[in-house]
């Protein structure tokens, strides 16, 4: 089945810099869009960036001029560069898929959205 699996969270310091990578498997042929979300305690999940297939991309005022969202399409992954981090992007951040079509174990999916488990993002003060 269609699966999004996270890497590249962890702890870092305010000012400081981290990479996610999010790759999509299981017979894919499309994905429409890819994005990043994130989690912080007591708070509702929000939308960080956003990508389309042809690169439109769009981002939280709180992240603007200082993450990048950027996706690579032969490999069904998607990037956030995330730079001068500060103690309010503390958060777990979950990969989304949208308009995934694929085909696997005899079963045709079309434009379907997945998200991933999540990655943990702790920024020290």
């Known amino acids: 089945q269609v699966q999004l699996v996270e890497s590249g969270g962890g702890l870092v310091q305010a000012g400081g810099s981290l990479r996610l990578s999010c790759a999509a498997s299981?017979?894919?042929?499309?994905?429409?869009?890819m994005g990043w979300n994130r989690q912080a305690p007591g708070k509702q999940r929000e939308l960080v960036a956003h990508?389309?297939?042809?690169?439109?991309?769009n981002y939280a005022d709180s992240v603007s001029g200082r993450f990048t969202i950027s996706r690579d399409n032969a490999k069904n992954t998607v990037y956030l560069q995330m730079n001068s981090l500060k103690p309010e992007d503390t958060a777990v951040y979950y990969c989304?898929?949208?308009?995934?079509?694929?085909?696997?174990?005899?079963?045709?999916?079309?434009?379907?959205?997945?998200w991933g488990q999540g990655t943990q993002v702790t920024v020290s003060s």
């Open positions: 299981g017979g894919i042929f499309s994905i429409d869009a």
């Open positions: 990508i389309t297939y042809d690169g439109s991309t």
């Open positions: 989304a898929a949208q308009g995934v079509t694929a085909y696997d174990s005899g079963t045709y999916y079309r434009s379907q959205d997945y």
